[in-house]
């Protein structure tokens, strides 16, 4: 009778030890598939508590009967989905997913041959108020019971033996909530440990104030992690992460919609199948007709050890779709601004010469040509023809940027090099060193533009050319020494200039006096990135 009152007053402290547990876990996690599992775990325990608070109260076969059955089907569910549970929590859930539907297929089993029992005594031998004898099923299932709770111990142990220290304490907690009670039980139904009483339950008490413990002190399940683990899971962004012998336990869900890894298992075999080669962690790869970026990172634990490869893919066809359309895009305003410029300035041209040279064919049938004139219009036709190959040479060049646009001198030198007949002095003063590299483009189309007009407008013999590469602004001169103007009307050519000059910041000075020439003065500021 003692040991029947001692047996009662354990089995309600675990039954309220066990309550408490499930109560903070539906209070403190989230619905999520680990705190389900876990839940399911710690409710077959409290299934098999109740089911001995049943059997010490049982009146008749029946009764009993029932009670061992309540009892069983708490077991039957617990070391299965503790298994599961484990290979989630650990999150190596993928390498044992085809096994999930086994495991809850045996805890099924296990309950049909437990109700049929009276059909086959495969699972009681003998069932009555006095004795019971267990069959082989019986111990075979206990057998695979015991390998199922194990391997979900052993799999936590090996998983986190070399992480974090509050992690570690998550699992050895974890771990002796399930191996205590174990271990007590394996004693008491070997008739190592006989007390009179039954001792598991005082364990599972145990058990759960061990769980208690990894809720609420060591945040397991909390609510943070379980979100983490959604949001790698939803991201827009593929992770892989394999352990520290290669082998890959982690892959969200953006990486198998967007790659076919499933057969890879490692690290380096997944590198191979893709095609990485990673060139200071980071590497670009077509794959099934998307562009995927790879990026390689490494997990450190807290003595610097790398205990784990972490590999981050980004999708980013989208992006090599909208440069290839661009690019398209440029190529079309390249034959675009070409055409206009031989439109506005080889075209006028050739129509200059043109006119011309009727006026020369009209002259030359004369009976007495005027040879003075003739040659005027020779001399005219000629500088038109070297101004409007000069300006074509111009606009074509503006393709080759391989040729001039390298270095701001380097874009100046290019117009130079096509004039004929006239002088022109370049110097160039401070270095030259890229720090205004952001404006070659500018600068050249400026410098053609006035070079091309002191050429056309001004009857200029000689330009003269100053670069000056100040810390804080680049300066450009250019002067001519040609007819210069009294007014100066800022048409196309020089209003493009202002434009151009203003839009990187900087300032243009447009001066001329009749007689003495046209100057153009350039202030560039440096522009920090």
Not at 474 to 486: A, F, S, T
Request: charge should be neutral; hydrophobic fraction near 40%.
């Amino acid at each position: 009778m003692t040991a029947t009152i001692i047996s009662v007053i354990l089995l309600f402290i675990g039954l309220f030890g066990m309550g408490i547990a499930v109560a903070w876990i539906i209070r403190k996690g989230n619905n999520n598939r680990l705190t389900r599992l876990f839940g399911v775990c710690q409710v077959s325990i409290i299934l098999w508590i109740i089911s001995q608070l049943l059997i010490l109260f049982s009146v008749n076969l029946q009764q009993k009967q029932l009670s061992y059955t309540v009892g069983n089907v708490g077991i039957s569910f617990f070391a299965p989905f503790w298994l599961i549970f484990s290979a989630e929590y650990t999150e190596v859930k993928s390498r044992f997913r085809k096994f999930f539907g086994i495991l809850s297929a045996l805890s099924v089993s296990a309950i049909l041959l437990i109700v049929t029992n009276p059909l086959h005594h495969l699972y009681y031998v003998v069932f009555d108020m006095n004795s019971i004898e267990y069959g082989v099923i019986f111990y075979l299932y206990q057998i695979i019971y015991y390998v199922c709770i194990i391997s979900g111990i052993t799999m936590m142990c090996i998983k986190h033996a070399r992480q974090y220290s509050h992690i570690t304490k998550q699992t050895v907690l974890l771990t002796l909530s399930i191996a205590v009670p174990l271990a007590v039980n394996t004693l008491t139904v070997t008739k190592v440990l006989d007390t009179g009483i039954e001792l598991t339950p005082l364990f599972f008490a145990f058990s759960s104030i061990m769980i208690l413990i990894a809720l609420g002190k060591y945040g397991l399940l909390n609510i943070n992690s379980i979100a983490m683990r959604d949001v790698a899971d939803n991201m827009e962004t593929g992770v892989i992460i394999s352990d520290m012998n290669g082998n890959i336990s982690y892959k969200n869900r953006y990486t198998e919609n967007i790659m076919d890894t499933g057969e890879c298992v490692t690290m380096q075999k997944f590198m191979e199948s893709v095609g990485i080669k990673f060139r200071d962690n980071f590497c670009g790869v077509k794959y099934n007709d998307r562009y995927l970026n790879f990026r390689r990172s490494f997990c450190r634990n807290n003595s610097g050890a790398e205990v784990a490869e972490i590999i981050t893919v980004s999708d980013v066809t989208e992006y090599h779709e909208l440069a290839s359309a661009e690019k398209k895009l440029s190529i079309e305003q390249e034959r675009n601004r070409i055409a206009q410029e031989i439109h506005d300035s080889a075209g006028h041209t050739f129509t200059m010469i043109s006119s011309l040279s009727k006026i020369l064919s009209v002259e030359a049938e004369r009976e007495n040509p005027d040879i003075k004139s003739m040659l005027g219009y020779i001399s005219e036709i000629d500088g038109l023809s070297r101004s409007g190959l000069t300006q074509l040479r111009c606009s074509v060049n503006n393709l080759r940027e391989d040729e001039f646009m390298t270095s701001v001198t380097q874009a100046v030198r290019n117009v130079t090099n096509a004039l004929r007949n006239i002088d022109v002095e370049f110097c160039v003063q401070g270095n030259d060193d890229g720090k205004y590299d952001f404006c070659i483009k500018e600068v050249y189309d400026n410098c053609r533009e006035i070079i091309t007009n002191s050429m056309r407008y001004s009857e200029a013999s000689r330009i003269d050319i100053i670069l000056k590469f100040l810390g804080e602004r680049l300066e450009i001169y250019i002067l001519d020494n040609g007819k210069g103007c009294e007014s100066i009307s800022e048409k196309n050519g020089l209003s493009g200039i202002r434009e151009r000059t203003e839009k990187l910041g900087g300032s243009v000075k447009f001066s001329s006096l009749c007689g003495e020439g046209f100057s153009v003065i350039m202030k560039i500021p440096y522009r920090r990135e």
